[in-house]
């Protein structure tokens, strides 16, 4: 049996020798989650039992690293070589419970994924974390043993400033689970899915007023998931906010703090309605969607009546100034007229609130269509030109050459790499569509298993529709939902940094040695770089710390 402590940035294949490096020491601040990985081979098959012997003071949770398929890898484009394969294949992925022991697959080389949560409590100093992998037959000559060495810094992770959604779909839930829409079952496992969001950073949730018209084929529906009761009566419509309640007490509970309500209008232009179910003559019916049109005056006569009461609902919850509003996903340059009859209107009923959203044409914002544009980060460069502020970024399948993403064929720093590129931009958030997009593209296949098909029904690269698996009872994570977690950490820190050294030194520090300057394209591709700058940056922190305190305890 072998045995090695490696960081949470590699990704180990079964089919390949362990090229990683060792991982011997590391450093964490206060209130910081720490990830490492374990990484055993064995010559035969062995039921065995991973122990961790950590003298800190909270729990250690010890997860499975799964293999998941991955038909549609990101293929090789122009001179970006930046792919640990091109081919299919199995990739390593889920993260899984462990069950009191882990069956072994002979000759092959895998990881358990191994998470440390500091408090902001805990004693500061170098602790060793002692890990054994133990048979459990009679056969000791299959036990194996390491360590690391934690230093433990006597500073505090400061809390994030990042507005961060990924796109949160409430009905792949139901649908997954076969429980009815808004059912307790529903609302039950929204909040063990809420919590994980909130956990990983993720602090602002998509809010499905009605149904959210977002990947959904042209006359296509997705799933009902409408908070909003709607009634008519004549021309006048009556809004029952009961089910929104309730959402936004989940999420505040859960550590929410932003709700972003779902699109206005139709995705790629604005042309149409969403989805909107309302009860008219005691009946259900869809009296809004792709059959209307939208400037329809019926539609433009709804939104005017919901708005006022929305917001002032919203301003009784104590989240008013909390709420971000969308017209249309993804809007081109030949959308322009209809998108921006659409965006006045919008811009019109919310009283001032922001309205965002994802576009890569940098018209929109000087034509004023937009305020708060969010760019592609392949896009940015445009946006950044042009003087936005606040300036968002986002990626998708389309971001897939030389920028940062997450795709399972990526290596995990181009991944994690992001958290630093942000600081850099002076970034103040961040869109992803896909939480927990568990549809095949354009939500035609709804009954997709997430374990088999991670490419959503081959219809997007592997990696790129759900950072979260779909567990028994709720949501397990992926090595990339935990990965972008310790990029927002690196965010944070560098935050920390700056409040202490000011930000042209922080950025001087990221940037030491480099005969070029950061950017989305172009940045250190090596696990080794980001894991060193991490330590510069930890360590300048606990020194500027330590020199801040010592003025005051002589006062």
């Not at 098909?453 to 994570?477: C, E, H, I, N, Q």
């Not at 922190?541 to 020199?547: H, Q, R």
Request: net charge negative.
């Amino acid at each position: 049996m072998e045995l090695k402590a490696i960081s949470s940035l590699e990704k180990v294949f079964a089919d390949e020798k362990l090229n990683a490096s060792v991982l011997e020491t590391a450093s964490v601040l206060r209130g910081e989650v720490f990830s490492f990985q374990l990484a055993y081979y064995c010559n035969f098959k062995v039921d065995l039992s991973i122990e961790i012997d950590s003298p800190l003071i909270n729990e250690v949770e010890i997860r499975e690293t799964a293999l998941a398929p991955c038909e549609v890898p990101v293929e090789e484009l122009g001179d970006d070589p930046d792919l640990l394969r091109t081919t299919p294949g199995l990739y390593p992925d889920p993260l899984l419970p462990i069950n009191k022991k882990i069956i072994t697959a002979p000759k092959q080389w895998r990881t358990v994924w191994v998470t440390l949560r500091i408090t902001n409590n805990e004693p500061a100093g170098k602790k060793t974390i002692s890990c054994k992998a133990r048979a459990l037959t009679t056969d000791e000559s299959a036990d194996a043993k390491t360590s690391i060495e934690l230093d433990v810094l006597p500073v505090a992770l400061p809390k994030q400033k990042l507005i961060h959604t990924e796109w949160f779909h409430a009905d792949c839930i139901y649908s997954f689970y076969n429980v009815k829409c808004w059912s307790e079952g529903h609302w039950g496992l929204l909040d063990k899915y809420i919590a994980n969001f909130s956990n990983h950073g993720m602090n602002m949730l998509l809010t499905p007023l009605w149904t959210p018209p977002l990947d959904t084929k042209v006359g296509g529906v997705r799933p009902t998931v409408q908070l909003l009761g709607i009634k008519k009566d004549g021309d006048v419509f009556s809004f029952d906010f009961s089910k929104l309640d309730r959402w936004i007490d989940l999420s505040l509970k859960n550590g929410i703090e932003y709700f972003e309500m779902a699109h206005s209008f139709t995705q790629w232009g604005a042309e149409c309605c969403p989805k909107i179910i309302v009860n008219e003559h005691c009946e259900d019916k869809k009296m809004f969607g792709w059959h209307t049109s939208s400037h329809s005056e019926e539609y433009v006569s709804f939104l005017r009546q919901l708005f006022p009461q929305l917001l002032t609902f919203l301003d009784s919850k104590g989240v008013k100034d909390k709420c971000y509003y969308h017209v249309s996903d993804e809007p081109r340059l030949e959308h322009q007229e209809n998108y921006k009859a659409c965006a006045d209107l919008i811009k019109e009923l919310v009283d001032g609130a922001p309205v965002i959203d994802a576009l890569s044409n940098v018209e929109f914002y000087t034509m004023g269509l937009v305020k708060n544009p969010i760019p592609g980060n392949d896009h940015i460069e445009a946006f950044v030109n042009a003087k936005v502020n606040p300036l968002w970024t986002y990626y998708c399948i389309a971001q897939c050459e030389k920028v940062p993403n997450r795709f399972f064929n990526f290596p995990s720093y181009r991944n994690r790499i992001i958290g630093v590129l942000m600081y850099k931009y002076n970034i103040s958030g961040f869109l992803h569509w896909g939480y927990n997009f568990w549809y095949s593209q354009f939500s035609i296949d709804k009954k997709l298993d997430p374990f088999k098909s991670t490419d959503a029904g081959r219809g997007f690269a592997s990696g790129d529709a759900f950072m979260v698996y779909p567990g028994k009872d709720g949501p397990l994570d992926s090595i990339r939902n935990e990965v972008m977690f310790e990029a927002l950490q690196d965010l944070r820190a560098l935050h920390k940094l700056e409040s202490l050294q000011g930000r042209e030194k922080t950025i001087a520090l990221i940037e030491n040695g480099f005969d070029y300057e950061l950017k989305m394209t172009d940045y250190p591709r090596s696990a080794a770089w980001l894991l060193d700058l991490r330590e510069r940056i930890n360590k300048t922190i606990a020194s500027k710390s330590t020199k801040s305190l010592i003025p005051a305890l002589f006062q």
